[in-house]
C-alpha cells in the first residue's frame, strides 16, 4: 500500500508540473506589441517612395530619432494631418527623420500620390501589405509612434501631438504627458474582461475607469483619464432616461448639453427609410458663443488632456426625463465652473450651398441604385438627396462656419466631383461645373451663448 500511496502522489505532482508548463508556455505565445517604455524591435520597409533606397530596415535609423505615421485610404484625420507632418519635416531636417506607413489597399497609392501633388508633400512613405501594422499592434489610426536617438519608444499617439514644441521636448529627452493610443494589446485585455472603463456601468463605481476617490464633484465631474475611451452624447432628450455618462467632453460639450434642443442640431444629418429622425441643423449654431472673462478654459488639448472632463449624472427614477437632467446640468456647471449660459438668436457667419439656374437639368437623378462613393480626391453620387453632399462637406471642415443647404431642390441627385475634398477653392470649382456654388452668408439662428456667473 506504502508503494501504491507513493506512486499516486509523483502521479500528481507530474501532472500538476506539466500543467502548470502548459500554463507557462500558453503565456508565452501570448502576442506583445511594442508600448512605451520597449525598445523598437526590428522591423522592414519593402516598398518606400521618396526615400533614397527601395528596401530599408529598422537598422537603417539606428542612433536618430524616428517617427512613424501609420494611416490607411479611409482615414480622414490622417489625411488632414500631412501638410503638418510635411511642414515639421522641413523643420526638424536631419535631426528627426519621418515616414509615413500606408496599409496597403486597392486605389491607396494614387490617392496619396494625387494629395502629395496637391499640397507638394516630401514625405517618405511605404506602402506596407499589414505586416508592419500587424507588427505594431496597430488598431486604429492616426496611430503615430516616436522612436529616440537609442532606440527607445517614448511616445504613441496621434499625428496632431506632433508640435515644435513637443518635438523639442521629446529631442531634449524631457517626459511629457501625452495621451497614449490604444493598440491591440488594449483590445485583447478588454476582450479577456480587463477593461479599464466600461460605458455600460456606472463610472467611477467598483474602478470602473478609476478609483471611486478620484472625482472631483459629483454628480460627478472629473478629469478625464485617456484609458477611459470617449463617449458621449450629442443631444439630451427621454431616451437617456435618467442617466447622463459623458466622457472625454469639452465644457462647450457640457453646455449643449444643458442648454441646446431636445433633438440633434449639431451636424448635418441624412435621413433614411430606416432612421427619420428629426434634426434642427441650421436653426441651431454649432458651437456655443464664449463670452466668458476665463477664456483659458475653454482651450482644451486632445494630446494632453488639458480642460477635457468625464461627466456622469444619475437621478431618481421618478426624474427620467431631458428636461430634469438639463436642469440638474445647469446647476452642476454653475456651481462648478461658475458659468451660465442662455439661448438667444443671432445673426451668425455661413456657408450656403445654393442651386445655379442649370442646376436641374444637370443634376436631377436618372433613377438608377442609390450609391455614395468617397475619397480624398473627390465624391460621386447617384440617386442621393443633397443634403448627402452637405454631410460629405461638412466632414472635411468641421471647424468652419455651419453649412446650410439653400438650393431648394427637392429631388435626388446625380454628381460627381473630381476635387482634393480638403480644399475649399476646389471643392467650389467643381461644384459650379454641376450647377451649384457655394456661398458666404450669415443666417439668423440659436445659439448658446455662455458667461460668468453673476452670483
Same mark, same amino acid.
Given at each position: 500500500?506504502?508503494?501504491?500511496?507513493?506512486?499516486?502522489?509523483?502521479?500528481?505532482?507530474?501532472?500538476?508540473?506539466?500543467?502548470?508548463?502548459?500554463?507557462?508556455?500558453?503565456?508565452?505565445?501570448?502576442?506583445?506589441?511594442?508600448?512605451?517604455?520597449?525598445?523598437?524591435?526590428? *522591423?522592414?520597409?519593402?516598398?518606400?517612395?521618396?526615400?533614397?533606397?527601395?528596401?530599408?530596415?529598422?537598422?537603417?535609423?539606428?542612433?536618430?530619432?524616428?517617427?512613424?505615421? *501609420?494611416?490607411?485610404?479611409?482615414?480622414?484625420?490622417?489625411?488632414?494631418?500631412?501638410?503638418?507632418?510635411?511642414?515639421?519635416?522641413?523643420?526638424?531636417?536631419?535631426?528627426?527623420?519621418?515616414?509615413?506607413?500606408?496599409?496597403?489597399?486597392?486605389?491607396?497609392?494614387?490617392?496619396?500620390?494625387?494629395?502629395?501633388?496637391?499640397?507638394?508633400?516630401?514625405?517618405?512613405?511605404?506602402?506596407?501589405?499589414?505586416?508592419?501594422?500587424?507588427?505594431?499592434?496597430?488598431?486604429?489610426?492616426?496611430?503615430?509612434?516616436?522612436?529616440?536617438?537609442?532606440?527607445?519608444?517614448?511616445?504613441?499617439?496621434?499625428?496632431?501631438?506632433?508640435?515644435?514644441?513637443?518635438?523639442?521636448?521629446?529631442?531634449?529627452?524631457?517626459?511629457?504627458?501625452?495621451?497614449?493610443?490604444?493598440?491591440?494589446?488594449?483590445?485583447?485585455?478588454?476582450?479577456?474582461?480587463?477593461?479599464?472603463? %466600461?460605458?455600460?456601468?456606472?463610472?467611477?463605481?467598483?474602478?470602473?475607469?478609476?478609483?471611486?476617490?478620484?472625482?472631483?464633484?459629483?454628480?460627478?465631474?472629473?478629469?478625464?483619464?485617456?484609458?477611459?475611451?470617449?463617449?458621449?452624447?450629442?443631444?439630451?432628450?427621454?431616451?437617456?432616461?435618467?442617466?447622463?455618462?459623458?466622457?472625454?467632453?469639452? /465644457?462647450?460639450?457640457?453646455?449643449?448639453?444643458?442648454?441646446?434642443?431636445?433633438?440633434?442640431?449639431?451636424?448635418?444629418?441624412?435621413?433614411?427609410? /430606416? %432612421?427619420?429622425?428629426?434634426?434642427?441643423?441650421?436653426?441651431?449654431?454649432?458651437?456655443?458663443?464664449?463670452?466668458?472673462?476665463?477664456?483659458?478654459?475653454?482651450?482644451?488639448?486632445?494630446?494632453?488632456?488639458?480642460?477635457?472632463?468625464?461627466?456622469?449624472?444619475?437621478?431618481?427614477?421618478?426624474?427620467?426625463?431631458?428636461?430634469?437632467?438639463?436642469?440638474?446640468?445647469?446647476?452642476?456647471?454653475?456651481?462648478?465652473?461658475?458659468?451660465?449660459?442662455?439661448?438667444?438668436?443671432?445673426?451668425?457667419?455661413?456657408?450656403?450651398?445654393?442651386?445655379?439656374?442649370?442646376?436641374?437639368?444637370?443634376?436631377?437623378?436618372?433613377?438608377?441604385?442609390?450609391?455614395?462613393?468617397?475619397?480624398?480626391?473627390?465624391?460621386?453620387?447617384?440617386?442621393?438627396?443633397?443634403?448627402?453632399?452637405?454631410?460629405?462637406?461638412?466632414?472635411?471642415?468641421?471647424?468652419?462656419?455651419?453649412?446650410? %443647404?439653400?438650393?431648394?431642390? %427637392?429631388?435626388?441627385?446625380?454628381?460627381?466631383?473630381?476635387?482634393?475634398?480638403?480644399?475649399?477653392?476646389?471643392?467650389?470649382?467643381?461644384?459650379?461645373?454641376?450647377?451649384?456654388?457655394?456661398?458666404?452668408?450669415?443666417?439668423?439662428?440659436?445659439?448658446?451663448?455662455?458667461?460668468?456667473?453673476?452670483?
Amino acid at each position: 500500500m506504502a508503494f501504491l500511496y507513493s506512486k499516486t502522489i509523483g502521479f500528481f505532482i507530474i501532472l500538476f508540473v506539466l500543467i502548470s508548463v502548459v500554463k507557462v508556455r500558453s503565456q508565452d505565445f501570448r502576442k506583445e506589441y511594442p508600448k512605451v517604455g520597449d525598445t523598437l524591435p526590428f *522591423f522592414m520597409l519593402n516598398v518606400m517612395h521618396y526615400y533614397s533606397k527601395k528596401q530599408s530596415s529598422s537598422l537603417d535609423f539606428k542612433g536618430q530619432p524616428l517617427i512613424l505615421d *501609420f494611416f490607411s485610404a479611409g482615414c480622414k484625420a490622417c489625411f488632414l494631418s500631412f501638410p503638418h507632418l510635411d511642414s515639421l519635416k522641413k523643420e526638424f531636417e536631419g535631426r528627426v527623420q519621418f515616414i509615413l506607413i500606408g496599409k496597403k489597399s486597392p486605389g491607396l497609392e494614387t490617392q496619396y500620390e494625387s494629395y502629395m501633388k496637391h499640397y507638394n508633400l516630401n514625405l517618405p512613405v511605404d506602402y506596407d501589405d499589414s505586416a508592419l501594422w500587424n507588427q505594431f499592434g496597430v488598431l486604429l489610426v492616426p496611430y503615430t509612434v516616436w522612436v529616440d536617438s537609442n532606440g527607445i519608444i517614448r511616445q504613441i499617439t496621434s499625428p496632431y501631438a506632433l508640435t515644435t514644441e513637443h518635438i523639442n521636448q521629446f529631442l531634449q529627452g524631457k517626459p511629457q504627458s501625452l495621451v497614449t493610443m490604444e493598440n491591440k494589446q488594449d483590445q485583447e485585455n478588454e476582450d479577456h474582461g480587463n477593461m479599464f472603463y %466600461d460605458f455600460r456601468k456606472p463610472f467611477l463605481i467598483g474602478g470602473n475607469g478609476g478609483a471611486d476617490s478620484s472625482y472631483l464633484y459629483r454628480s460627478i465631474l472629473c478629469k478625464w483619464d485617456y484609458r477611459t475611451v470617449s463617449h458621449g452624447d450629442i443631444y439630451i432628450s427621454s431616451k437617456n432616461k435618467n442617466c447622463l455618462e459623458e466622457i472625454g467632453v469639452t /465644457i462647450n460639450d457640457l453646455f449643449i448639453l444643458a442648454y441646446g434642443d431636445t433633438m440633434p442640431f449639431i451636424m448635418p444629418y441624412v435621413q433614411s427609410d /430606416i %432612421d427619420k429622425l428629426p434634426n434642427h441643423f441650421g436653426q441651431w449654431a454649432t458651437r456655443p458663443i464664449n463670452e466668458s472673462s476665463r477664456s483659458d478654459i475653454f482651450k482644451y488639448d486632445v494630446n494632453t488632456g488639458t480642460n477635457l472632463y468625464s461627466y456622469s449624472l444619475t437621478l431618481p427614477e421618478s426624474e427620467n426625463s431631458g428636461l430634469h437632467l438639463q436642469r440638474m446640468m445647469r446647476r452642476d456647471l454653475k456651481n462648478y465652473f461658475s458659468l451660465e449660459a442662455k439661448v438667444e438668436m443671432r445673426k451668425l457667419p455661413c456657408w450656403k450651398i445654393v442651386a445655379l439656374k442649370n442646376a436641374e437639368k444637370i443634376l436631377r437623378t436618372k433613377g438608377d441604385t442609390p450609391e455614395w462613393k468617397s475619397t480624398f480626391n473627390g465624391v460621386t453620387f447617384q440617386n442621393q438627396p443633397v443634403n448627402s453632399l452637405l454631410v460629405e462637406i461638412w466632414s472635411y471642415f468641421q471647424h468652419e462656419p455651419v453649412f446650410i %443647404d439653400e438650393t431648394g431642390i %427637392d429631388y435626388n441627385i446625380d454628381l460627381k466631383i473630381n476635387a482634393v475634398m480638403a480644399d475649399m477653392n476646389d471643392i467650389r470649382k467643381e461644384l459650379r461645373k454641376n450647377g451649384l456654388d457655394l456661398e458666404k452668408g450669415e443666417k439668423q439662428m440659436k445659439v448658446i451663448v455662455i458667461s460668468d456667473a453673476l452670483d
